[in-house]
């Protein structure tokens, strides 16, 4: 991934060289311009085209900008109703997620998120233990966590 940015930023300079143009929107066109010869030569590389993994990263960002508003409206209407009628709970979740990298940052996510804390990791790294401040279903909870935060994490680092 990392050589193909180099190279991308390459052809855009030697673009703005030949053109004589240092301005942004010359570097801009060469940018474009690096991208699409990049694309005419995906086959030759063995790695996947840089630009799929940086939209994954976004993706992720954007989802978990989501479920953090979502949860604080969440977790504000839970303080704001004159009854507290919460059904805290700890389960176990089990990952689909190999590297110690990827379970950290999904762990992570899920702290971040309010309402949810990861509180343990068990050694192999496969299941997650998480507090949640109200759990109507634990499967539930899972199912949503394996088609955010997990799906999002797999598809930035593979």
Not at 13 to 31: K, Q, R
Not at 40 to 50: A, D, M, Q, V
Not at 112 to 129: F, I, R
Request: with cysteine; aromatic share 10%.
């Amino acid at each position: 991934m990392a050589i193909q940015i180099l190279f991308n930023l390459l052809i855009a300079l030697l673009w703005m060289l030949l053109n004589t143009n240092s301005s942004g929107s010359s570097f801009i066109v060469g940018y474009v311009l690096g991208i699409a010869i990049l694309l005419i030569l995906r086959k030759s590389w063995t790695r996947p085209f840089y630009l799929r993994r940086l939209w994954a990263m976004l993706k992720l960002l954007l989802i978990f900008i989501r479920e953090l508003a979502i949860s604080n409206f969440v977790v504000l209407g839970h303080i704001l109703r004159p009854k507290l009628a919460i059904r805290p709970g700890i389960f176990a979740y089990e990952t689909a997620l190999t590297s110690a990298w990827e379970v950290t940052l999904l762990s992570c996510l899920i702290c971040l998120t309010p309402g949810t804390l990861t509180l343990d990791v068990s050694g192999d790294g496969k299941t997650l233990y998480i507090h949640a401040i109200d759990i109507a279903d634990a499967e539930e909870l899972a199912a949503q966590i394996r088609g955010t935060f997990e799906q999002a994490i797999m598809e930035v680092t593979r």
